[in-house]
């Protein structure tokens, strides 16, 4: 079973509670609220979840269309945020049902990692985005996602990039890179790998077991619900540590983003 059929299966990676109080939540808006800086004209917002982003894409009447692999997703978006402008369709993006050229801009956060072929997803969004158009991009940072492993630590991922791997794929597919940046840069130790992630990754070694995993997917609820609530999970007091964990920023010399957010200009003749 591919990357995608398993996304498929279990909903969407991008279906939060909602509520609009937790840290994670205010990371995902804070993209959005950058990608409206750099896009124009007609939107394609790749696993859009339940399309919060994609609403937040469509401001100004701005015509966003987003796809996701979830027909849960896909479902609960068309009910909660599809507008005249904004509408919502199932489908994978690495066979989009799209003519060439078709989109100004192309929103796709936090979605490379998880499909089987990177490279060619690329090139499938280069198709559909027009000469000049420009594709607002983010991945996690491997060197703390997968600190000093080969593979990610994330079953959920068939692959991580350190940020000088990202650019160069993206820059063999859409040479021009008008912004390089991210959120949340910090010292690349251990140090922050486990603050940020190990409590998380630790369940994901007992997904897998018949027994075990429903217990783990139990824990992580309860986990997120309560404690990821009042301590990690919720909005910090200072607004200063909030803006330093949302924000997107170009890059900060001597530290790396926990997540890459790249923005490409479509500006060479196609024929990759």
Not at 52 to 65: F, K, P
Not at 83 to 90: A, L, P, Q, Y
Request: aromatic share 12%.
């Amino acid at each position: 079973m591919s990357q995608i059929e398993r996304h498929a299966e279990i909903g969407s990676g991008r279906l939060p509670e909602m509520n609009w109080k937790t840290i994670v939540e205010q990371i995902h808006i804070e993209r959005y609220r950058f990608a409206l800086t750099h896009i124009r004209g007609s939107v394609l917002d790749i696993a859009c979840g339940i399309g919060y982003g994609s609403h937040i894409l469509g401001q100004e009447g701005r015509m966003v269309v987003g796809v996701d692999v979830s027909a849960e997703a896909v479902a609960q978006a068309n009910a909660t945020f599809r507008t005249e402008h904004v509408s919502f369709e199932k489908t994978d993006g690495g066979a989009l049902p799209f003519v060439n050229d078709r989109f100004d801009s192309i929103v796709s956060f936090e979605t490379i990692e998880h499909v089987d072929d990177p490279k060619a997803f690329l090139v499938e969004l280069r198709r559909v985005l027009r000469p000049g158009g420009t594709l607002v991009i983010s991945t996690p940072n491997k060197r703390f996602h997968s600190f000093g492993k080969p593979s990610p630590w994330n079953p959920f991922h068939t692959v991580e990039y350190n940020p000088e791997d990202f650019y160069a794929l993206l820059t063999s597919i859409i040479p021009v890179v008008t912004f390089s940046g991210g959120q949340e840069f910090l010292d690349c130790d251990i140090r922050n790998t486990l603050r940020y992630n190990f409590s998380e990754f630790r369940y994901y070694n007992f997904d897998a077991h018949p027994v075990v995993g429903k217990f783990a997917d139990w824990l992580k609820r309860w986990k997120r619900k309560t404690i990821g609530q009042a301590k990690t999970f919720g909005l910090p007091p200072e607004p200063a540590l909030l803006k330093h964990r949302t924000e997107v920023v170009p890059l900060v010399q001597g530290k790396e983003p926990y997540t890459m957010v790249l923005v490409c200009k479509n500006e060479t003749t196609k024929g990759v």
